[in-house]
C-alpha cells in the first residue's frame, strides 16, 4: 500500500514530442507528489510538484496532471529537447519527511 | 550558495574495509537524510534526522550501518565492515522544512561505493 508504481521504465522520443510518463498509488492519504529529475553523475532535483487539491499544474513546459478517483498522476513534458534527457522519479508524501519513490524512467529525447 | 556537499565523490574498497561517507547540508535546514539508489532497489530513505537529532533509522539495512550528525552542518554514514552488496550510490539530502511539514529535498551528487 506505500508503494508508487511508475511506468514507463524507458521512454526514447524525438525533440518536439510530448513524452508522458505515469504514476500509481493506492494509499489515499498521500498529499503531496513531487517529481524530481535526475541527470547522469547527479542528484535528484525538484522539478514540479502537486497536491491533490488540484487536477493539474504546469511549470513552463513540464505539466502534471492529477487524477485523484483513479489515484494516478502523470508527467508530461511538452515539445521536449535533447536537454530534458534524464532519469525522471515521482514521489510520494504523506505530508511528513518519508517519500515513497517511484523506481524511475529513463527518457531519452533524440536530437 | 552551496548547496549539499558529499565526499568522497566516488569510493572503492575491498570487503572487509570501513568505509565513512560524509555531508555537509545546506545551512539553516534542519532536516538531514542518507539515502542510498541501486538499479534494483531504486531511492530508499535509510535514516532521517531534524535538528541533529535520528528521527527514523528503520531503513538502515542492518548493524554493520551507523550514522551520526554531531552538528547541524555536518553528518556522516559509517558502513563497517563493508560487503559487495552495499555498492550502490549514497545520497545525502537536506530540507529546510521537518516533522509534518513537507519540503522540497535537496539532494548532493552523491558518492558512488564499490565494494570488491
Known amino acids: 500500500q506505500q508503494q508508487v508504481k511508475q511506468s514507463p521504465q524507458s521512454l526514447i522520443v524525438q525533440k518536439g514530442g510530448i513524452p508522458i510518463i505515469n504514476c500509481a498509488y493506492e494509499n489515499t492519504a498521500f498529499d503531496y507528489f513531487p517529481w524530481y529529475q535526475q541527470f547522469p553523475g547527479k542528484g535528484p532535483a525538484l522539478l514540479i510538484a502537486?497536491?491533490?487539491?488540484?487536477s493539474e499544474k504546469k511549470e513552463g513546459r513540464f505539466t502534471i496532471s492529477f487524477n485523484k478517483s483513479a489515484k494516478q498522476f502523470s508527467l508530461h513534458i511538452m515539445d521536449s529537447q535533447p536537454g530534458d534527457s534524464a532519469t525522471y522519479f515521482c514521489a510520494a508524501s504523506l505530508g511528513t519527511y518519508k517519500y515513497i519513490f517511484g523506481t524511475g524512467t529513463r527518457l531519452k529525447v533524440l536530437a | 550558495d552551496a548547496g549539499v556537499i558529499q565526499s568522497p565523490r566516488h569510493e572503492v574498497t575491498e570487503m572487509g574495509q570501513e568505509v565513512t561517507l560524509r555531508c555537509k547540508p545546506i545551512?539553516?535546514?534542519?532536516?538531514l537524510f542518507w539515502y542510498r539508489q541501486t538499479m534494483m532497489r531504486g531511492l530508499e530513505l535509510l535514516i532521517y534526522?531534524?535538528?541533529?537529532?535520528?528521527?527514523?533509522d528503520s531503513g538502515m539495512p542492518e548493524d554493520r550501518f551507523s550514522a551520526k550528525m554531531p552538528n547541524a552542518s555536518f553528518s556522516t554514514l559509517k558502513i563497517q565492515p563493508s560487503e559487495p552488496r552495499d555498492s550502490a550510490v549514497y545520497f545525502c539530502?537536506?530540507?529546510?522544512?521537518?516533522?509534518?511539514?513537507?519540503?522540497?529535498?535537496?539532494f548532493g551528487e552523491g558518492s558512488r561505493l564499490t565494494v570488491l
Open positions: 502537486i497536491r491533490p487539491d488540484v
Open positions: 539530502a537536506s530540507s529546510p522544512a521537518g516533522g509534518t511539514n513537507t519540503g522540497e529535498l535537496f
Open positions: 534526522f531534524n535538528n541533529n537529532v535520528p528521527i527514523d
Open positions: 545551512s539553516g535546514h534542519n532536516s
